[in-house]
């Protein structure tokens, strides 16, 4: 059966009050087919999130509804081992043991912080620097991260090959582990693989369907305005080491206000919306964005050093790219995809941007 992850937002929650609802789940659990695996607790944030075994969304609806009265504000279906490389397990804790009335109780909060690489896409690095040299970067940035995570006592949640995904109970520790790998991924090497590193912080479920998904979205964003040998930072993350001056690293870490890192979002978040269509142009982007020509080109320049024609160019290309490693697509079909208006002027674009021709790259893919 799917497994599924359900948030619900309860001022002045406590531990007690949690366990006691848990308990009246598991009363009530086999008669909606549910297996009520462990939930998570955070009095401070006020949230609550209960990971459940269920046929379907609904039968953890009414389960809920019947034994407590809480409906779940959202639900997502997850994977159990993606739960446990976030959230570090997927049952009650070890170390919970029930009390004379028979209560497990626990305070153990979901939030986590997670830091994000990314670095050129391996299969245009064998492109340009050779497979042996490509081979040879590729593993020695993967020893690098994995011994610095290992160091700091990271968790290893997703390696897609062109950047990683690392989850953290304390920030203090995130923070330290990014500016330890960027001071020991050499420049030159870090050049060559366009290696960028962000930290941000969340919950497992807010306004994406995927579990911590608005988290890594905004690190994959601020990854992308990185300068070489920068630590991107989020606000948050940045409030949370604040009184740590052990982790002054100076020109290294790259902060935004929360004011630009919600302009930031809304940037990328529009052209997420609006990438395939090909007629949205950049009159449609300062509509979506409610801004003139002149204040939208300041703003993407300021952000992310590109103008808006052309964030909307390498987003659409980069679009493409995907699409060509998920099936076995045409230059056409690509082209129409990904919002380009002719193939001949996305091969333009494509060789321009990555120095060979989409054919060249559908081959080196298959």
């Known amino acids: 059966m799917p497994i599924y992850m359900d948030v619900h937002i309860v001022p002045g929650v406590k531990a007690k009050d949690v366990a006691e609802a848990h308990y ?121 991260i994995r011994k610095a995570l290992a160091e700091y006592g990271g968790s290893e949640v997703e390696h897609e090959g062109s950047g990683f995904i690392i989850s953290f109970t304390a920030a203090a520790k995130a923070v330290a582990c990014a500016i330890a790998i960027q001071r020991e991924m050499d420049a030159a090497d870090g050049d060559a693989i366009g290696f960028k590193i962000a930290i941000n912080a969340g919950e497992p479920i807010e306004k994406s369907n995927k579990l911590f998904g608005d988290t890594i979205q905004l690190a994959g964003h601020m990854c992308a305005i990185a300068k070489p040998q920068q ?62 020509k002149s204040q939208l080109y300041r703003k993407a320049i300021t952000l992310t050093g590109l103008s808006p024609n052309l964030l909307l160019k390498e987003f659409r290309l980069e679009k493409a790219k995907q699409l060509m490693k998920k099936k076995h697509y045409n230059i056409s079909q690509i082209t129409f995809d990904s919002g380009f208006t002719s193939p001949s002027y996305f091969t333009k674009c494509f060789k321009k941007k990555y120095g060979l021709l989409p054919m060249a790259y559908l081959d080196l893919l298959h």
């Open 24 to 144: 009246k789940d598991l009363v009530h659990q086999d008669e909606y087919r549910c297996k009520c695996m462990t939930y998570w607790i955070d009095e401070k944030r006020e949230s609550i999130f209960c990971l459940i075994e269920a046929p379907e969304k609904d039968a953890v609806k009414e389960m809920h509804r019947k034994a407590h009265g809480l409906v779940p504000h959202k639900i997502i279906e997850v994977s159990s081992s993606i739960v446990e490389s976030f959230l570090g397990r997927i049952f009650d804790p070890e170390d919970a043991t029930p009390s004379e009335d028979g209560l497990k109780v626990f305070s153990d909060p979901s939030f986590r912080i997670l830091l994000v690489t990314r670095m050129t896409d391996p299969i245009l690095l064998q492109h340009q620097v050779g497979t042996q040299k490509a081979n040879d970067l590729v593993n020695r940035h993967n020893e690098i």
């Open 231 to 292: 630590v991107a930072m989020a606000s948050s993350v940045k409030e949370l080491v604040s009184n740590d001056h052990s982790l002054n690293g100076g020109k290294t870490l790259l902060t935004l206000s929360p004011q630009d890192e919600a302009l930031l979002e809304l940037l990328f978040n529009k052209l997420e919306e609006n990438w395939q269509n090909a007629e949205f142009d950049v009159d449609d982007y300062c509509k979506v964005m409610a801004m003139s």
